[in-house]
Each structure stands twice: as structure tokens, then as C-alpha cells.
């Protein structure tokens, strides 16, 4: 990967386990599948999701890459040219917990969460 070290720190920790600003109160609150950012951490909800965190911290932050955090998935993407790619290990955890649910997070999301995707 030929990014420089301000798109990818290996050493930068996740946010947390769910999307940061979902749970900060932006939004509905629930989320179908979280994005890491690969220069600063932040957790972030997919473009499927009714809030699509993650991209609008690419955008707001300048911060070009996340990684996936779902459990099993270690891609990259890279906003700028629209291509996945391989990338380094990040900091642990590397996604949120196997038992926390796809959509989640539990107890948040209501029973239509179908109609309201992306
Ligand atoms: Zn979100
Ligand atoms: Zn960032």
C-alpha cells in the first residue's frame, strides 16, 4: 500500500466498538455494518446504514481510508479512487465484538431496519 502515514497509523486504536457518532445521539442510532478509519480511529456506520458515518467523517476529516471492522473482513478502501486495496495490521481490536449484532447495536434497532437502509 502506498499510502503515507497521516492516511494509515497502524498504531491509532478504534474509536470504540459501535459507531461513534450513533452513539453520541446523530441519527436514529443503529447502524448495519461499521468502517474504521484507517488515520485516526474513528468508528464509523457504513453507506447502508441510515446515517452513513463513516463516509461523512472521510469527508468532514480529509482522513481518505477506513478499513473494515467487521468481524472477519480485514479490506481496506480508499475513498478518493473508489478501490479496495490491502493494507497493514491495525492496532487491536481489529473489529467490534463477534457477539454484537449485525444491524446493531442491540436493543437500537427497530423491527423495520430493512426499509430503512441505504
Ligand atoms: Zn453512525
Ligand atoms: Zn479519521
Redesign the pocket.
Known amino acids: 500500500m502506498s499510502s503515507n502515514a497521516e492516511e494509515v497509523n497502524a498504531s491509532v486504536p478504534p474509536s470504540g466498538t459501535g459507531c461513534a457518532d450513533c452513539l453520541a445521539g446523530d441519527g436514529p442510532g443503529w447502524w448495519l455494518h461499521l468502517r474504521r478509519?484507517?488515520?485516526?480511529?474513528?468508528v464509523g456506520c457504513c453507506d447502508n446504514s441510515p446515517s452513513q458515518h463513516a463516509t461523512a467523517?472521510?469527508e468532514g476529516?480529509g482522513?481518505p481510508v477506513i478499513q473494515s471492522f467487521e468481524p472477519g473482513e480485514d479490506w481496506f478502501y480508499d475513498y478518493r479512487t473508489g478501490d479496495s486495496l490491502n493494507g497493514p495490521r491495525l492496532a487491536p481490536p481489529d473489529s467490534h465484538p463477534s457477539d454484537q449484532p449485525v444491524p446493531g447495536p442491540a436493543g437500537a434497532v427497530p423491527s423495520d431496519w430493512h426499509d430503512h437502509l441505504n
Not at 478509519?37 to 474513528?42: E, V
Open positions: 478509519c484507517a488515520a485516526c480511529g474513528h467523517h472521510a476529516s482522513h
